[in-house]
């Protein structure tokens, strides 16, 4: 498939000469191509394998793609996707039975593939393998369980489990399943061909298995790392080479490579910046920038690194496991992501919306619509003035101050509490709620197996609630945060001296707090990167958290003053340490007809930027401020 100019790319994945692009609307994009070895008809002898150029074609009618992964094998490619619905589809070769998907699979959030095998993680945190099984490496631990992401070598598999521990089983031959000792809270692991890569909670990186090449020797001073990728695969006829290459990316956007180098795989091009995506194929390297382009280097003997030659307007998030939703600022709603609770998109038309919940949209006229799963609106509901929805039950706030909740009450949780009223605020966690009075105390009901609810008496001076999976937040007038409840990843240690608090939001097993001066601090869990603050990031003015996510809403640039001094037009505007800016102006706000400014090129230091336009009056001119890649 030939993407059109400007195509966005939201992930990547690479095998040995394959690449597949995830795009913002679900489709993949495929480029590159692999080998294919078969015996002629009747012949025993491996020397008698003949070859031929091949390529994976993608699967007509394949969309809704939240993951891809490639196997890196030279000779048996083939391709697994994972669907917003929890599904997973595989094509390619079938040899040993790697595309036979299982049955079994349900809700599947992390998927894998190895050389000829493949694994993939259920929504109850269990694993499944299937394919080749010839060192063991579908036989999936007994056990295992609280699964969080799963990585697949040539013949081996790791598993990382919720609590930061590394299980690693299968092929031994290069010591790929010796996880060493001590290593604990891991946030992420990865697979080279023979080796294997973990990141660490402090940003650090731990390798172990196949080192011929350097590619488990970690660059000394290696930290802040955010990301991780092992390259490697079998690159000559039936395996006799194994390549080994990794990398790291960093919080600031940058790339580091280790390991063999021999078609350029790890020499990152100089310049390479606002990266949010790495992937390591068998000889080459690919990082996802920001803006949606794929950077490629290394080996390129199948096109595997030349990529083929928005949403804007937002004035409101909301994310719940996988999927975020966001409303604009016409009434419209649009969705992304992965979603094992139930359906990710919302009916087609809807409109007239002034709040968003996941399932759920608050209309002008105080009536609330939700979809898939969650479509028992109470009969008669309306005068509602703020929504909230867990995966399994939904919770409105009436203008009288009165609550309403719906959907399942295993734990009690629609069961509110007798004469609850002038209620200003609602929150709802995993089968608990939280309601804020106009006293600025806070009462819960439902579950409080982790001390959610009860954890909420005596609280005062509170301005704000938030819940998480079973943990709670809260904003207190003063700007400081409290939390309490559930704390196995520290998701209700708030950081010391955190103050000055604006906004606060409870993800699944991690917290988010937005400042006054735009930024955002991050606590708790960091599996998926929940809590890595990009670098650099301002002008936030709304947070969310989902299960292993976090979003944020960041306000355009404004000129804030415009004045005449001396027969000279002054612009003034605010600005973000390290921020670049282009002033531009146009005489008649025609789309094609803006230009970037003489000396209009700034850094920002984050004060006031102040920008004079010293072209000879008059001017007839429009001004606007852009941010520069």
Known sequence: MTPTPGTIVTNIAVGNEE???????????SWGGGM???PPANSTNVNDFIYASFSLPLPAGLGNVVAAAVSKDLYCGHALALRADGTVFAWGDNSVGQTNVPAGLFNVRAIAAGGVHNLAVNGDGSVVAWGSNVSGQTNVPSGLANTAAVAAGALCSLALTSDGTVFAWGDNSCGQTNVPPGLSNVVAIATGWNHCLALKRDGTVAAWGNNTHGETTVPMGLSNVVAIAGGGGDTEDFGVVWDGHSLALKSDGTVVAWGKDDYGQADVPPGLSNVI???????????????GSVVGWGHNSAGQIMMPPSLDNVCAIAALGEQTVVLKADGTVTSWGSDYFGGALPPAGLSN?????PHL????????????NYTNVPAGLTNVVAIAHSDRDSIVLRNDGTVCVWGDNTSGQTNVPPALSSVVQVAQGFAFELALRADSTVIGWGDDSGGAVSGASGLTNVISVSAGRGHALALLNDGTVTAWGLNNYGQTNVPAGLSNVVAISGGGWHSLALKNDGTVIGWGLNASGQTSVPSGLGRVFSISGGLWSSVALVQDLEITSVRWTNGELELRFPTFVGERYSVQSSPDLNPGSWMDLPDGNLTGDGGDAVYTDLRPAPRNSFYRVRLVP
């Open 277 to 291: 995506a790495i992937a390591a194929g068998a000889q080459c390297s690919l990082a996802l920038r920001k803006d």
């Open 36 to 38: 294919h070895v078969a």
């Open 353 to 357: 919306i002034v709040a968003i919940a």
């Open 361 to 372: 949209a608050l209309k002008t006229d105080g009536t609330v619509v939700a979809w898939k």
């Open 19 to 29: 690449t597949l692009g995830i795009q913002s609307d679900g489709t993949l994009l």
